[in-house]
């Protein structure tokens, strides 16, 4: 195989600009073989953009079946990931799924299990973790040399939304539709990076605010408070109502601190000694550990979507590593329904949760949703 020939399901506003990078030659070892929209609309525009004799499928099954392709780019609507991801292994082809990986975790489990059966390469869009500043951050934090995390802290209040945002399609900002608002739609990068470079909690509590910015049913505006197992305590705090807004992401360890803003730059804040240990020995009130100040040597190169896309094809290639294993999804994920779940019951969530109960009030919110299901599956 000298590249691999993909097709993109679903052609709106991500799966477009995935079909023009590669159509722009922007991903060295992928073609362009397929695309399919349930919106004629989407179809058309494709059918012109691609030519006449591209072959643009109505549905997802007959591009999975075509033959034409050897991995399926999954960018639809968040119910469908795992069902169309379980189609495509099915039929023996490579997956790399939009973020989030599901909505549900129990969905989820059944597509990571699908991948395993399969031996086929899965990967998830993460494409934030190409950002040279949350690689490094992973590296110094997995490292081990500024000693266990005490705190950490992410708030990212700038994904300011309008109204007009959530009109644009009728899946978007309802239960049925998105399966949730903030925490489904914008967070599943930094929820990610999250538990990528900090690990997972072991218990949250939450309080998500429904429609507290915008006319929609789903959470705009979240607050989450985390405990981990060794004892550090960490926030998470989201909205897309507020402008400017914040994205402070700081991490306190104990022999240092690390802050990024905004994703551009890192500063370390190194101690010379481990905190813990001079708070207990030092023999002065007031005194403080010697900490130097450095702004961290940051690779310029980000290739986000592209980076992604070309690890994918590189992995089925070559063997060569991804930027995110698909079945890696399932920990932000795990993280938003813990804080969901704990908003919906008003009480501390221990992870593991109970995932039937979180599906059994998941669907509770589904069943009272103004958009319906043939809606939520195909909407423009
Ligand atoms: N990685 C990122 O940076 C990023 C950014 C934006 C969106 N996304 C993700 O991409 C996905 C799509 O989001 P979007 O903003 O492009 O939504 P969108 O509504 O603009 O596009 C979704 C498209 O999928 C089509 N569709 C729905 N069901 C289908 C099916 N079964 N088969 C074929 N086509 C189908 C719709 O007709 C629509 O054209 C979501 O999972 C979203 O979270 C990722």
């Known amino acids: 195989m000298a590249k691999v020939r993909l097709g993109v399901i679903g052609i709106g506003n991500m799966g477009t600009t995935h079909i023009k990078n590669i159509t722009d030659g922007q991903v060295q070892d992928m073609e362009l073989t397929a695309v399919t929209d349930c919106s004629p609309e989407r179809r058309a525009w494709a059918a012109e953009f691609l030519g006449a004799h591209f072959p643009v499928f109505a549905d997802e099954n007959e591009l999975i079946q075509s033959g034409g392709i050897d991995a399926v780019l999954i960018a639809v609507p968040h119910y469908q990931h ?61 490292g081990g040399s500024l000693g266990a995390v005490m705190r950490t802290s992410w708030i990212i209040t700038n994904w300011f939304r309008t109204e007009a945002y959530y009109a644009s399609g009728d899946w978007r900002g309802t239960w049925e539709g998105e ?15 999250f538990q990528w470079i900090c690990g997972m909690p072991r218990h949250v509590r939450a309080f998500c605010h429904n429609g507290k910015w915008h006319n929609i049913e789903v959470e705009d505006d979240v607050t989450a408070y985390l405990e981990y197992p060794n004892g550090a305590t960490g926030t998470f705090i989201t909205s897309t109502g507020e402008f400017p807004g914040t994205n402070r992401f700081e991490i306190s360890l104990e022999k240092g601190k690390l802050v990024n803003e905004d994703g551009n730059e890192v500063l370390l804040h190194r101690l010379n000694t481990s905190q813990r240990e001079f708070c207990k020995t030092s023999s002065e009130g007031f005194g403080r550990p010697e900490c130097t100040v450095e702004k961290l040597q940051i690779e310029n190169s980000n290739p986000q979507h592209t980076g992604v896309m070309q690890a994918f094809a590189g992995r089925i290639l070559r063997g060569e590593p991804l930027i995110a294993e698909g079945h890696e999804g399932i920990n932000g994920l795990i993280l938003s329904n813990a804080m969901h779940l704990s908003s919906w019951l008003d009480k501390t969530v221990e992870i593991p949760f109970d995932e039937d109960l979180f599906l059994a009030e998941l669907n509770k919110r589904r069943a009272a949703s103004k958009t319906k299901p043939a809606a939520a599956r195909c909407s423009t």
Do not use: W
Request: charged fraction near 20%.
């Open 82 to 142: 795992p069902m169309i991801a379980i189609e495509a292994f099915k039929a023996g082809l490579h997956v790399l799924c939009e973020k989030p990986s599901g909505v549900y975790t129990k969905q989820v489990r059944e597509m990571n299990d699908a991948a395993a059966k399969s031996g086929k390469i899965f990967a998830i869009m993460f494409n934030q973790r190409t950002n040279s500043c949350f690689r490094k951050m992973h590296e110094l934090v997995s």
């Open 179 to 193: 399966g949730g608002g903030v925490l489904l739609n914008q967070c599943p990068h930094q929820l990610d990076l």
